[in-house]
């Protein structure tokens, strides 16, 4: 077995050696995309990093200022906070998939200070971190909005959202500084402007977008092609296309009503938030049948075994649907015939 133990320096991530760079020109990307390696090379300073992982338009922007000004060139909250994590990394040892650094940042998190510690202590286990063992009964709002954090981190259930944490009575100076310097361990994924809740459909969010976008370029290509563009026919294609976007929005609004009940409400039930990805998916397998119909028209030619794909590939996606449903309709059937023998 080969354990790596490559680490970067300040020479390896010199720009001039990128890829992306440009002679004069330069790096042509507002955010470095090897970001991460910088970091950990120490080439980056705290306020770049910082800058780097918040869009410009970002509500956080305004307690950014401070943050920076603040800071002491520390990672850790106190004299303690350190000694806290080392305990209990050692006490649990390392496990490689466990020890991820959602994992690192999160238990960075918890052990801020002496009463979060004592509050947390029991959710660390084999398997990770067991949020259900937390004390948070008469928990501080300063601890609280850490553990919220670490919950965001490491588990797929919503976290401290961005405008919580553009709150300052919600999200108080320490506990951000605390939860900012988890950018310099390279989590920032989880604090993008799509949130915890939405990880990998938030790609397929932008795929679809982009596809959507793409079919109606192709469409008007289409039409400009065979003399057939019309500005009322346009507008219709606009209007089509808000109305997916509605569709759409309903599927995620309902993912998240489902996600709460059963996180909430102690009824039995685990809902995976499959709505929207499935909308998605749909939408996507369409647009891309479209996107090939434009490209007929313009005079390409498509292979008859994609156009099939695609058929198949929306027929998978319709019977994923109806299988969610007969399996909600078997579930409802068993709990009434349940209740009918226990009256």
């Known amino acids: 077995m080969h354990i790596g133990r490559f680490t970067y320096k300040r020479e390896d991530v010199d720009c001039k050696l990128c890829t992306e760079y440009r002679g004069r020109k330069k790096c ?10 910088r970091i950990e090379a120490g080439a980056v300073t705290y306020q770049d990093a910082v800058y780097a992982m918040i869009h410009p338009g970002c509500q956080l922007i305004r307690r950014l200022p401070k943050l920076i000004l603040t800071y002491q060139d520390s990672f850790w909250a106190d004299d303690r906070h350190k000694s806290r994590m080392e305990f209990f990394n050692t006490c649990l040892g390392y496990v490689p998939s466990r020890n991820t650094p959602a994992y690192y940042a999160a238990m960075y998190l918890l052990t801020a200070n002496e009463t979060l510690y004592w509050r947390m202590a029991n959710c660390f286990c084999h398997s990770g971190l067991d949020f259900s063992f937390a004390i948070l009964r008469g928990i501080s709002p300063h601890n609280y909005a850490l553990y919220r954090a670490a919950v965001g981190l490491f588990t797929d259930r919503r976290g ?6 553009a709150d300052r009575e919600l999200v108080d100076d320490e506990a951000f500084r605390l939860i900012m310097l ?3 361990t390279g989590i920032v994924t ?4 799509l949130g915890a809740f939405l990880g990998w459909k938030g790609v397929m969010l932008m795929a679809w977008l982009f596809v959507m976008a793409l079919d109606y370029l192709t469409g008007t290509l289409a039409a400009c092609h065979d003399g057939e563009w019309s500005s009322s026919v346009a507008r219709e294609g606009i209007w089509h296309k808000g109305g997916m ?8 609004i309902s993912d998240w009503i489902m996600v709460m009940v059963a996180e909430c409400i102690p009824i039995g039930i685990e809902w995976p938030g499959i709505i929207m990805p499935l909308v998605l998916a749909w939408y996507i397998i369409t647009e891309l049948g479209s996107i090939l119909e434009n ?5 390409a030619n498509v292979p008859t075994w994609l156009v099939s794909i695609l ?3 929306a027929n998978f996606v319709e019977a994923a649907g109806d299988h969610i449903i007969e399996g909600a309709t ?4 068993e709990e009434t015939q349940t209740e009918e023998k226990i009256e």
Do not use: D, N, Q, R
Request: hydrophobic share 50%; with cysteine; proline share 7%.
């Open 295 to 299: 490209a007929v028209k313009m005079g």
């Open 160 to 165: 401290v959202t961005l405008s919580e944490m």
């Open 182 to 184: 988890t950018v310099k």
């Open 311 to 313: 058929k198949a590939s």
């Open 28 to 37: 042509p990307h507002p955010v470095c995309p090897y970001i991460t390696e």
């Open 330 to 333: 078997e579930g409802h059937g």
């Open 190 to 193: 989880f604090f993008t402007a």
């Open 245 to 252: 976007i509605a569709v759409v929005a309903v599927a995620a």
